[in-house]
């Protein structure tokens, strides 16, 4: 794998990968044809969210990171959103209709809220670390002082 991600250019697509099977819902399809499918195409997407929070998490000097953060976390909402969808009743993969779909959804249901959670609590430490300043009032007084 290219230890270089672009990270931008890999949210989108993973947004469009959800939102085409967001829109495969909506379809009068038959739904024995794509299952199989949509469920490699769904862990693919929770796959390549992991490895994008974790190399995310891994570099704490990342210029945009915090947009990247935030993008993340929308994708995460989105896919997080299409689990819900992907097992509600009007859904052509219901789980009444697919119960053995049931523990894979959840699973994946599961790992997309923990990357939530890191996301999240990756946010705070930043602000957190941004809020004490580097050097104090006093060292900043005496450094002017002596010029």
Do not use: C, Y
């Not at 195409?41 to 990171?65: C, I, Q, S, W």
């Not at 990357?115 to 946010?123: A, G, V």
């Amino acid at each position: 794998m290219n230890k270089q991600v672009n990270f931008e250019d890999t949210i989108f697509i993973l947004n469009i990968r959800i939102r085409m099977i967001r829109d495969l819902l909506k379809l009068d399809i038959d739904p024995g044809l794509f299952l199989q499918k949509t469920l490699d195409d769904m862990d693919f997407t929770g796959h390549v969210l992991e490895t994008l929070v974790g190399n995310l998490l891994a570099n704490p000097r990342f210029l945009d990171r915090d947009l990247e953060f935030d993008n993340l976390l929308d994708a995460e909402l989105q896919f997080n959103q299409l689990l819900a969808e992907f097992t509600a009743k009007s859904s052509p993969f219901s789980i009444s209709i697919f119960p053995e779909t049931r523990e894979r959804i959840l699973r994946l249901r599961e790992e997309s809220e923990g990357r939530q959670k890191l996301i999240d609590n990756s946010f705070g430490q930043e602000e957190h670390n941004q809020a004490e300043p580097l050097v104090s009032s006093a060292e900043l007084s005496e450094l002017l002082n002596g010029i």
